[in-house]
């Protein structure tokens, strides 16, 4: 996996993935002390992804760059802004038309 696509996951993702890789080297190692891999490249870029993930929990760990603990997308705080926005318009015609009804 890319180092970027890494950083957009949570914390409990990453340990997820960490564990996953671990998991699938384990069974690659098993399998290559039996028979030749279909792929031994595998155990490489395995390895690689672990340690990737190392380094991002290190740098989160270390205070050198945080883990974003919930991802937001910028484009959902915008439409929540715009959904309190239009409420509170909605309300104000709402309470407007209730005065005028009672006049």
């Known amino acids: 996996m890319k180092m970027v696509s890494l950083r957009d996951l949570t914390r409990e993702e990453l340990l997820q993935k960490r ?3 671990k998991d699938d080297l384990f069974n690659l ?8 891999l279909d792929n031994p490249l595998r155990l490489r870029t ?9 380094s991002i929990l ?9 883990i974003v ?12 802004e715009k959904k ?4 509170k318009t909605e309300d104000k ?9 009672k006049e």
């Open 19 to 21: 564990q996953e890789f």
């Open 29 to 36: 190692k098993m399998r290559k002390t039996l028979k030749e």
């Open 46 to 54: 395995l390895r690689k992804d672990i340690a990737r993930i190392e």
């Open 58 to 66: 290190a740098e989160d760990r270390l205070n050198i760059r945080k």
């Open 69 to 80: 603990d919930s991802p937001v997308s910028i484009l959902e705080a915008a439409d929540k």
């Open 84 to 87: 309190k926005e239009k409420e």
């Open 93 to 101: 015609a709402d309470q407007s038309q209730e005065t005028e009804n």
